[in-house]
């Protein structure tokens, strides 16, 4: 996706329904992952209440990573949890180690999947945190704060005119030793 935006100038087609929170179960039945799936939030209408940007880059989050997962650990299980306190949406999504016997799907690789959400996380206002468990798996974590309802007059100036997300990349940060 990102390597999409990067080739085309930045631009995407917002004629096209952006993804939201509501669609995260499709994703993870789709994803051909086994995946358990703890979801401890309103996903549906009204009572979703996070901004249009929070829930694209969740679910885009949740998207890369399961990607990841396919192209990575082939074999793997995967555990999706979201959950919120009211301040923050909190994303963890966690696999064991690739199954030796499970050989590698021919995907592309864009090499630029973790830089881009780093990116989206932080100009939803949020965090990524990712890195190798001491298990042999891999751990991403995401909060994204709840900045609720309408978007603000700061969040439309950064989007461009087309709705695309504008601005520098952030430092990446990987968690060395994650809990």
Request: aromatic residues 2%; neutral net charge; glycine residues 10%.
């Amino acid at each position: 996706m990102v390597g999409v935006l990067r080739a085309s100038g930045g631009t995407i087609d917002t004629r096209a329904p952006q993804p939201r929170l509501a669609d995260l179960p499709r994703l993870i039945a789709d994803s051909g992952l086994t995946v358990e799936a703890h979801l401890d939030i309103a996903l549906t209408e009204p009572s979703t209440a996070w901004n249009d940007t929070v829930q694209r880059a969740a679910y885009r989050t949740v998207q890369e990573a399961l990607t990841n997962v396919r192209k990575h650990a082939p074999g793997a299980a995967v555990t999706v949890r979201l959950h919120d306190n009211d301040d923050y949406l909190h994303i963890e999504i966690r696999n064991t180690p690739p199954d030796p016997g499970t050989p590698s799907p021919d995907l592309p690789t864009g090499g630029h999947g973790l830089t881009g959400l780093h990116e989206r996380a932080a100009q939803a206002g949020g965090t990524l945190h990712t890195g190798p468990t001491p298990a042999g798996g891999y751990l991403l974590r995401a909060a994204f704060p709840a900045t609720r309802g309408r978007q603000s007059a700061a969040e439309r100036e950064a989007l461009g005119p087309r709705g695309e997300l504008t601005g520098s990349p952030v430092t990446t940060r990987r968690c060395a030793t994650p809990d």
